[in-house]
């Protein structure tokens, strides 16, 4: 099971800290991902980590301002963002899959999802 937090409301060039935590003992054994997905739009992928953590993949639209991160002992995986920016709104999944990936159906479990709100 996985349980995202950290959304909320922040003015554009503002920064949040996403945290999705799972439970179950095998975390460590995914990659895990970050979606996203605003109003009438697709979900579209963000962000990605190895299992391990040594391998990340951005979506060419976050590179630089977005940082993903894990914790294999506490079981969590984060997404740092800075410079917020209006079109950052959207609601955030957390998932796990076999491998890194921006491919959506690869993600096997999703979150429940975090509403982050950009005001300009």
Do not use: H
């Not at 630089?64 to 969590?76: A, E, L, P, Y």
């Not at 920016?85 to 491998?99: F, M, N, Q, V």
């Amino acid at each position: 099971q996985l349980q995202a937090s950290g959304g909320g409301l922040v003015q554009a060039g503002g920064s949040l800290r996403l945290s999705c935590a799972a439970s179950g003992r095998t975390f460590s054994i995914y990659a895990m991902g970050w979606f996203r997905q605003a109003p009438g739009k697709e979900r579209e992928f963000v962000a990605s980590i190895s299992s391990g953590g040594g391998r990340t993949y951005y979506a060419e639209s976050v590179k630089g301002r977005f940082t993903i991160s894990r914790d294999n002992v506490k079981n969590t995986v984060d997404l740092q963002i800075l410079s917020l920016k209006s079109e950052d709104t959207a609601t955030y999944y957390c998932a796990a899959g076999p491998r890194v990936s921006n491919i959506r159906t690869q993600y096997a479990y999703w979150g429940q999802g975090t509403q982050v709100t950009v005001s300009s």
